[in-house]
């Protein structure tokens, strides 16, 4: 973590406070603002009971175009009904009032507890109070309000050159891990300088989302509310960033560096999670297969159990990879723990304990299975599951 | 429980005893056997990665004869190459011999750690005595030997008329919780003295499978070494049941009642369980629908922890029923527990509290959803998740 000075966006301000959605006085408020209305695009949750913000959102990003996102921890306004949907505008407007621009340049979201209604007047009443404390270095504050269970922020910084100007993004996102009492929820917001084509944004933000938070595991749980945003607001003022241009494909790897880091930092906080499990699925026939590989050890309780034990037990993880329906070879099939091989033609490699035991108390360990059926691959992270998880879901009462 | 002398089945004996696979004393090595060859039937895993004694069994049961089943606890023999597939034949020839039958009659059956070998000369040396001991009261006898970390027996009788003639069920099994460290594992084996068709047998087993071995989860792994294998010896003299015939489907219903029971008790010794959860899934558009519904709640760790945690925590569950990508009517959909409405019209139900709480304390407890879509229903049972499953799993190196 950089000083929050450091966490800066030419043409962006943020803040976070305590409006009293929280019991407990931690931020729960969380403002983002571009000085001009900024590219937008957008990745929700594709599960059916989306929260009312998603919903609002999915109209709004049609447009592509955004000034501001209010966000609340607390209360993921999910399974609300119609009355959730009102109070979601209510939001909205109280924000676009206060900043004084066009209610459908706002952009909501939540996260915390699902069936129940906002506290609303005391986000309205907030609203001045949010809106006046509105800096450039206040985006670490917002990190603060979007919050829950995590035990630390996920903020980053990324700088690059693009026709002789800095373009700068940094990013904030809260973790897959429990929020509250009912659900796994991941937000994620970008925001950025840089000058770039709104369909370009798009189709670079969906890309990087896939192999950063479509890349990680903790529990296998899709939460109602999941979102992630990116602004670019052109403040910067590189040559716009098109499709096909070569700025763009330097800029999606800047992107994708961004979002890897918050990835990664959400696994390491995922409840109650010990160690970071990186898991690569090489010699894949299929892109898909090597995904439903990797997800299945990802996802696998035994797996996780097993590394949170610091046991390196193979068993487990070929029998989560042959139980898919795939037709592995399994005389193909190679097994590694950090380079170090566990399994290969169809049983064990023995004489490599010592070594084994010493990775598997690394904070940090690389999966890798070659399936020996083709050429593509993937790669995940997932967390370990532990006596905490059970303890942060199951001790809980609503 | 019945006293040992009601598990007996005319024409068939059987015994369990310690042969020293276990290091601790406890039964390990089970057979049973038919005075004259049966017909017989099976289910297998569908792990690409198949125990030895597995790919023996596939082999055999194609001439849908057997008249012994040989079974070890303490050691899978899975992912040992061609030694272990030897192993299993060695095993099998040391029973025939014992037995004094046609070895392509004996069936292979293992569970325990996976990678390593048999202790062959062990189970050789046992073998006289095992067939020396076998006995009609002997059953029970023999789920002993097959059960590892198991906390009670699995084991049921059914009884029905057939044609003036009595006909007995009587089924083992052990349990779909982690069997030393490395795999789960579901071994069960029927014995009937029905007098059944070969083809109808097959047909019968396969459906009752189906809805009963099938429609469990404790952890949602599949093992290497899953087992289910069913011998008719006829001994009962009914006239004999085929398929289109009048008495099939009464002795279908036998069976899956039997092996209902005995798939309850797997789940409710699920390891570290507290509580079974029977999940029914209604109004789906397929039954394939249906099932993944299911499964998806009843696999959700969040939905495992809340119901070990006693919280009626239906946010998780829409939340897992919504994310497979089925697209629900979010306004039809309606959940309940024991009757009790917690979800209807896209929100919380709300003033039942009391009541819920009570059914949370219950040890079983049916959860329903109605999905509004179809016609098609599915039930399955589930176990919660306990800080007792990550002990089990975790904490036991290799």
Known sequence: MKSEEAYRVPGFSANGI????????????ALLYSTRPAKI??????NCFKAAPVLLDQQRIKKGLAQAVIVNSGCANAATGEEGFADA?????????????????????????????????????????????????????????????????KIALRKGRFGNREVTLCGI??????????????????MTDADIEGEALDAVFRRSVAKSFNAITVDG?????????????GVAGNPPLKKGGKGLSRFGDLLGDLLGELARGMVRDGE?????????VEEARTLQDAKRV???IGNSNLVK?????????????????GSLGIALPVEKVRLFFDGVPLFAQGKGVPGREKELAAIMQQPEIHLRIALGMGSRSWTICASDLTFDYVKINAHYHT
């Open 89 to 153: 505008l209510a939001v909205s407007k109280s924000a676009s009032q206060a900043l004084g621009i066009a209610d459908d340049l706002v952009m909501v979201a939540s996260t915390g507890v699902i069936g129940h209604r906002f506290p609303l007047p005391k986000i309205e009443n907030s609203m001045p109070r949010l809106v006046t404390g509105l800096r450039e270095e206040g985006i670490a504050d917002a990190e603060a309000g979007i919050m829950t269970t995590d035990r630390f922020p």
């Open 294 to 296: 990797a997800y299945a």
């Open 272 to 280: 109650g999670a010990t160690k970071l499990i990186e898991i690569t």
């Open 173 to 190: 996102a809260k973790g897959a891990g429990m929020i509250e009492p009912n659900m796994a929820t991941m937000l994620a917001f970008v």
């Open 18 to 29: 305590h409006a009293g959605i929280k019991a407990d006085g931690r931020p729960d408020l």
């Open 305 to 321: 159990t097993a590394f949170y034990g610091g046991d390196p037990n193979w068993g487990r993880i070929i029998s989560a990879a």
């Open 221 to 233: 749980c899709m939460s109602t509310n999941d979102t992630a945003l990116i602004l670019a607001n």
């Open 41 to 46: 695009a957008g990745v929700f949750t594709t």
